[in-house]
């Protein structure tokens, strides 16, 4: 029995398992989070392009005959729009409420134009004093203003 041990060897650990490169699920794992990622931030750029396009087709599709009645329907289009993102806005009038869209709109409103947009609700619609070039020039004031707050 004593001729046996010469024959034992010590006793050898395996090498640790090694953390790295990680198998095959935990891939899929991460690919499955960065899509995820990917996905919500794709919504999102969506969603904020969508209010901005829907507002800019409400717009595009006011074409009146009376320019009172067209300049009543933009500035609901900018109450709307500060409805949703400036809450305290929406409650502004008058030379107040040309003063708010001035401050968040590099192109300044001011004139014919902002008279139009303060006067359009009490104006009777039959009223010559606003032309049709006032009428296009707050269409594009309410354009700038759209892109730069949507």
């Known amino acids: 029995m004593q001729d046996n041990l010469p024959e034992l060897r010590d006793i050898h650990l395996p090498d640790g398992v090694s953390a790295f490169p990680p198998a095959y699920g935990w891939w899929v794992i991460l690919g499955g989070i960065v899509a995820v990622c990917l996905l919500l931030w794709i919504v999102a750029i969506v969603r ?3 209010k901005k396009l829907y507002a800019l087709h409400l717009l595009k599709k006011i074409y009146s005959a009376n320019n009172v009645a067209s300049a009543v329907e933009m500035s609901a289009i900018l109450r709307r729009i500060c409805v949703y993102k400036y809450q305290n806005a929406a409650a502004l009038f008058g030379q107040e409420w040309i003063d708010f869209l001035n401050q968040h709109c590099k192109t300044k409103l001011q004139g014919n134009v902002a008279d139009l947009l303060i006067n ?9 004093k606003y032309g049709a070039d006032d009428v296009a020039s707050l269409r594009l004031f309410c354009q700038k203003w759209i892109g730069e707050n949507l």
């Open 120 to 128: 359009a609700p009490y104006v009777p619609h039959d009223t010559k």
């Open 48 to 50: 904020k392009k969508s």
